[in-house]
């Protein structure tokens, strides 16, 4: 009777590691898709520009109101055209970053 009630907690055992596996799993999963998401310049907070290397608060405002100003972006390269990001920095994230535009109805 021991033995069988310890097989018993044994499956349980598995059981509830398996749960916390799949949970842990399922978590990491979700977290590397939100953190590999691509930034869309077009739709983009000043906080979510910061959150690009190299772009902090000053550079992210100064793409917030040039967008405001100018409409969206057409293409990744356009964010040149913002005073203080050049070549090298749009290098730095372009890959980071998408130009999706709001589908019209």
């Given at each position: ?14 059981e ?33 520009l ?14 917030v ?7 969206s ?25 998408s ?7």
């Open positions: 009777m021991i033995f069988r009630k310890s097989i018993l907690s044994s499956d349980h055992c598995k509830d590691t398996m749960k916390k596996l799949l949970f842990t799993v399922f978590f990491l999963l979700c977290f590397a898709t939100a953190a590999f998401a691509k930034v869309n310049i077009n739709t983009a907070t000043v906080q979510e910061t959150a690009l290397p190299g772009i902090g608060q000053v550079k992210a405002e100064a793409i109101k040039y967008r405001e100003a100018n409409g972006f057409k293409s990744v390269d356009d964010l040149t055209k913002v005073k203080g990001i050049g070549p090298k920095m749009l290098d730095k994230i372009r890959d980071e970053i130009v999706e535009t709001k589908a019209k109805k």
